[in-house]
């Protein structure tokens, strides 16, 4: 049982540039979402998907973009990179619990800078 | 939106002593998380705690939700408990997202 994986742990990218983060959960949690954490600060939500087909967007989604195809997969796309951009990116599953959110689960997280 | 306020920022403890973490937050919520970030890095979800007391090994968690707080307690700390610990909290009116406290440094010395 892998839990949440991400991949890559580690990217680089200049200015510009598009790329892929990729999330895959095997728990059959209906809801993924992705986050940021920068610096001395909390982890802010960029979007979220609460089941297959259907992502909204949190509080710093500008130049991210992400789709839900399946249960399991739930990738985010960074259009045009922006040093603004660099962070560290956790994606999460949880299950869904009388309609609410249930415990977050983590993956351990995609270190990315943009030169 | 709700706003999530943790303190103290920074704890410094001897092993083998207790200390209590607490979470505000500012508008009624429909759960709360406790995490643990460790100096790795990985985040480990403590506990999940609407409301009410639970307890695992030497830590508790208490929400009064309707005071609008909550408190994790460490007991007996060990080094291993050092990293950063967070709350987090479903607000009522923002159903499916989480909204991240900028957490506590926690640092245990030998």
């Known amino acids: 049982n892998a839990g949440v994986t991400q991949t890559p742990k580690f990217q680089v990218l200049k200015t510009g540039q598009s790329m892929t983060l990729q999330c895959a959960q095997d728990?059959?949690?209906?809801?993924m979402s992705w986050y940021r954490q920068d610096p001395g600060m909390g982890l802010r939500l960029i979007h979220y998907s609460v089941g297959a087909g259907i992502t909204d967007q949190g509080e710093v989604p500008n130049g991210y973009n992400v789709s839900r195809s399946t249960t399991e997969d739930f990738p985010l796309r960074l259009l045009s990179a922006a040093p603004s951009q660099t962070s560290v990116y956790f994606c999460?599953?949880?299950?869904?619990?009388?309609?609410?959110?249930?415990?977050?689960?983590f993956g351990e997280g995609s270190r990315l800078t943009v030169l | 939106g709700i706003q999530v306020e943790q303190s103290p920022p920074d704890l410094i403890l001897q092993e083998g002593a207790n200390s209590t973490l607490r979470c505000n937050f500012s508008?009624?919520?429909?759960?709360l998380q406790w995490f643990h970030q460790n100096p790795w890095g990985q985040l480990i979800n403590l506990f999940y705690i609407p409301s009410g007391t639970k307890q695992n090994g030497r830590l508790s968690a208490t929400t009064v939700a309707t005071e609008r707080y909550s408190l994790l307690y460490i007991s007996s700390s060990q080094t291993t408990d050092s990293g950063v610990y967070f709350c987090a909290v479903e607000g009522a009116g923002s159903a499916r997202q989480l909204t991240f406290g900028s957490g506590t440094q926690l640092t245990v010395l030998p």
């Open positions: 508008d009624s919520v429909n759960n």
């Open positions: 728990m059959n949690h209906e809801y």
């Open positions: 999460a599953s949880s299950p869904k619990r009388q309609g609410r959110t249930g415990e977050l689960f």
